[in-house]
T-cell receptor
């Protein structure tokens, strides 16, 4: 089976930096995705990591360590619109490419 | 290029009725995935389809739920004899080659 853990909620201040962690246990690991989901809306793709290291894309960066089963999403220069749920999802190479999601981290950005 | 389309966006059904949820993938995408999201929870995989084939339905409940992706037309998720526990948001995602998945806006099903 698979186990994907991420904090349920986090709070941060506008303009600050926040790191959202995700740990996973799975067989046949074939990539880790981060999605952003605003309340009542569809998840939108943020990043994809399959190799160890940091992927940077504007204010968002995602890191992966396959040996530790660990990833984080780093958000810089937080804006109020970043208040959303952030979903960590793992893909397995023997699972038809479907994604297994963690429960999501609800981030609240305060002024 | 239009995104993934789902309809209806909101659906209300009484217990025992049937619910039909439609998903039109992005143009050129031949992989379709259905996920269910209960309130305050993460997304749970239900089924993965390619044109005319069900590839993986390991997340589908054994009874009352079925899915198809015909050669022509949208993918359909069908729930027969709905119960209150079926109330959830149902998201469809499509992919060109099983790589990154693009999600539709979802259908929010309410069973009264």
């Amino acid at each position: 089976g698979q186990n994907i853990d991420q904090p349920t909620e986090m709070t941060a201040t506008e303009g600050a930096i926040v790191q959202i962690n995700c740990t996973y246990q799975t067989s046949g690991f074939n990539g880790l995705f981060w999605y952003q989901q605003h309340a009542g809306e569809a998840p939108t793709f943020l990043s994809y990591n399959v190799l160890d290291g940091l992927e940077e894309k504007g204010r968002f960066s995602s890191f992966l360590s396959r040996s530790k089963g660990y990833s984080y999403l780093l958000l810089k220069e937080l804006q109020m619109k970043d208040s959303a749920s952030y979903l960590c999802a793992v893909r397995r190479n023997n699972a038809g490419n479907m994604l297994t999601f963690g429960g999501g981290t609800r981030l609240m950005v305060k002024p | 290029n239009a995104g993934v389309m789902q309809n209806p966006r909101h659906l209300v059904r009484r217990r025992g009725q049937e619910a039909r949820l439609r998903c039109s993938p992005m143009k050129g995408h031949s992989h379709v995935y259905w996920y269910r999201q209960l309130p305050e929870e993460g997304l749970k995989f239900m089924v993965y389809l390619q044109k005319e084939n069900i590839i993986d339905e390991s997340g589908m409940p054994k009874e009352r739920f079925s899915a198809e992706f015909p050669k022509e037309g949208p993918s359909i998720l069908r729930i027969q004899q709905v119960v209150r526990g079926d109330s959830a948001a149902y998201f469809c995602a499509s992919s060109p080659r099983g790589y990154e998945q693009y999600f539709g806006p979802g259908t929010r099903l309410t069973v009264t």
